[in-house]
T-cell receptor, first 115, second 113 residues
Framework: QQQVKQSPQSLIVQKGGISIINCAYE??????FPWYQQFPGKGPALLIA?????SEKKEGRFTISFNKSAKQFSLHIMDSQPGDSATYFC??????????????FGQGTTLQVKP | NAGVMQNPRHLVRRRGQEARLRCSPM?????VYWYRQLPEEGLKFMVY????????ESGMPKERFSAEFPKEGPSILRIQQVVRGDSAAYFC???????????FGEGSRLTVL
């Protein structure tokens, strides 16, 4: 019940294209859904996050779409750039993970944006 | 305002030795989380600590692993009698309030020969 499933495992997109990464969760008690970006040899860094009271959140080229009834959320990267090439992790936390703030992470998606 | 500081960044140990990984949270943060990342895998929660208290250790292996966050000084993740399967990147994260954004360090990469 604490799993977060992420797909695809890897993604190749042309520069200027749209990158879409999907996540699904099981525990309806989760109430915080962040996306983290990780470059090789570095730690994950928060990219954007959403709470279930809204269905979409946009920050620059990055948008989270949230479907509470389907228990799914996705990251859309518009106008993808080579500098976006990284590994992306979705995560969830809240009462579903003991309300301690610990994040349950998806398996990660390695994005490559070709010039 | 320094971020989360982890050291050492790289550590090589032989089987049976001990590994000690240190984490200094961001200034003003009193909540520390440790995660393990195996090659080509996601981040797995290990333990959540506040000053002098272990709050949630549900992700810690039952044997050989321990963690502490003393009143003074960094949080320490200790792995005794390391085995090859312990080879991974260990990340520390901190937050000021618990639930919400976690700020990650750059990780400590442990290699067990």
């Amino acid at each position: 019940q604490q799993q977060v499933k992420q797909s695809p495992q890897s993604l190749i997109v042309q520069k200027g294209g749209i990158s879409i990464i999907n996540c699904a969760y099981e525990n309806t008690a989760f109430d915080y859904f962040p996306w983290y970006q990780q470059f090789p040899g570095k730690g994950p860094a928060l990219l954007i996050a959403i709470r279930p009271d809204v269905s979409e959140k946009k920050e620059g080229r990055f948008t989270i779409s949230f479907n509470k009834s389907a228990k799914q959320f996705s990251l859309h990267i518009m106008d993808s750039q080579p500098g976006d090439s990284a590994t992306y992790f979705c995560a969830a936390s809240g009462p579903g993970s003991g309300n301690t703030g610990k994040l349950i992470f998806g398996q990660g998606t390695t994005l490559q944006v070709k010039p | 305002n320094a971020g989360v500081m982890q050291n050492p960044r790289h550590l090589v140990r032989r089987r049976g030795q001990e590994a000690r990984l240190r984490c200094s949270p961001m200034k003003g943060h009193s909540h520390v989380y440790w995660y393990r990342q195996l090659p080509e895998e996601g981040l797995k929660f290990m333990v959540y600590l506040q000053k002098e208290n272990i709050i949630d250790e549900s992700g810690m292996p039952k044997e050989r692993f321990s963690a502490e966050f003393p009143k003074e000084g960094p949080s320490i993740l200790r792995i005794q009698q390391v085995v090859r399967g312990d080879s991974a990147a260990y990340f520390c994260a901190s937050s000021p309030l618990g639930p919400g954004e976690l700020f990650f360090g750059e990780g400590s990469r442990l290699t067990v020969l």
